[in-house]
């Protein structure tokens, strides 16, 4: 009999893998029960029982998310809210590159340290997305892009300001999930020519 | 949601949303009805659902709609969103029309 498992995993803004690795652990039979920061409670479940989804919703106001959240639920899913982990304190002020139109200082009402939803669906067989037309991923990835964008010309700015190797390989790191957003965005605008 | 500026055509999903909602339906319903009506060739994810839901709403093609239960929140069409249904299925049938017309006759 496997036992509950607590496991510490940091993916920053690489959300595709997020959820690919929760799926993983959901075919090895554990069920998510608890997030935190960094941390993901697990018990043991049938193996392929569940199937998981990672959501950003940083750029949206606490009120939109909430509305968002709700309208998941009642669709029979269970959603996890978690912070995405990028955001940089300077003194008592909190940078958010993920913030609503671009970089925003935290505050109540944002979905500051709220930016990510983790969402649990019972595995019917069918393959579970979130987005499913042309359009609709292509206005996603647009979103998903605008924060990676702001970290790597943050970093850059602070690599320059501050003389500081370190936030070049900051910027080098966020590159990736900027790099993977572009990609996904020029195959799906390639499709959207002739597809819905 | 995508509207095709030039032609009026609507996407195929904010046909069959609207369609879904002559009779009142909420979220998951909705998403059952584009289901078994495209034979599940359709599978609408939710957040495009909800995306599309918003968007039809702050057009005013559909409303929230009084739901018996009142635990989900339902919508139904407007008459501003019957209109839209009857122009699109006008441009389909012009459209199959010309399809059907070129197509066979060779």
């Known amino acids: 009999m496997k036992e509950s498992k607590i496991v510490y995993r940091y993916f920053g803004g690489l959300l595709n893998s997020h959820a690919r690795w929760l799926n993983q652990m959901a075919a090895r039979g554990y069920r998510l029960t608890d997030t935190g920061r960094l941390r993901y409670a697990f018990v043991p479940t049938e193996g392929g029982a569940v199937q998981y989804a990672v959501e950003y919703v940083g750029d949206l106001r606490r009120a939109e998310a909430d509305d968002y959240r709700a309208f998941l639920e009642e669709m029979g899913y269970r959603v996890w809210v978690k912070p995405i982990n990028l955001n940089w304190s300077v003194g008592k002020v909190t940078l958010r590159p993920s913030a609503e139109g671009g970089v925003g200082l935290a505050s109540s009402g944002t979905t500051f340290n709220r930016e990510l939803f983790i969402v649990e669906k019972v595995n019917d067989g069918r393959p579970f997305s979130l987005h499913s037309t042309v359009a609709d991923r292509i206005a996603y990835t647009k979103r998903l892009r605008r924060p990676a964008l702001w970290l790597v010309l943050f970093a850059l700015l602070l690599a320059g300001l501050l003389r500081q190797w370190a936030w070049l390989i900051v910027a080098a790191v966020a590159l990736v999930p900027l790099a993977a957003a572009q990609l996904e965005l020029v195959r799906l605008s390639r499709e959207a020519k002739t597809r819905e | ?106």
């Open chain 2, 1 to 106: 949601m995508r509207e095709h500026a030039h032609s009026g055509a609507l996407t195929e999903v904010s046909f069959l949303i609207l369609l879904a909602l002559y009779t009142p339906r909420h979220g998951y319903a909705v998403m059952q009805f584009v289901e078994e009506r495209t034979a599940g060739r359709l599978l609408l994810g939710a957040g495009t659902l909800y995306g599309a839901l918003s968007a039809l709403c702050d057009k005013g093609w559909i409303a929230p709609a009084d739901d018996a239960a009142g635990r989900r929140k339902t919508y139904t069409v407007t008459d501003a969103g019957r209109g839209v249904c009857a122009a699109e299925l006008a441009r389909l049938r012009a459209l199959t029309a010309t399809a059907a017309e070129i197509m066979e006759e060779v």
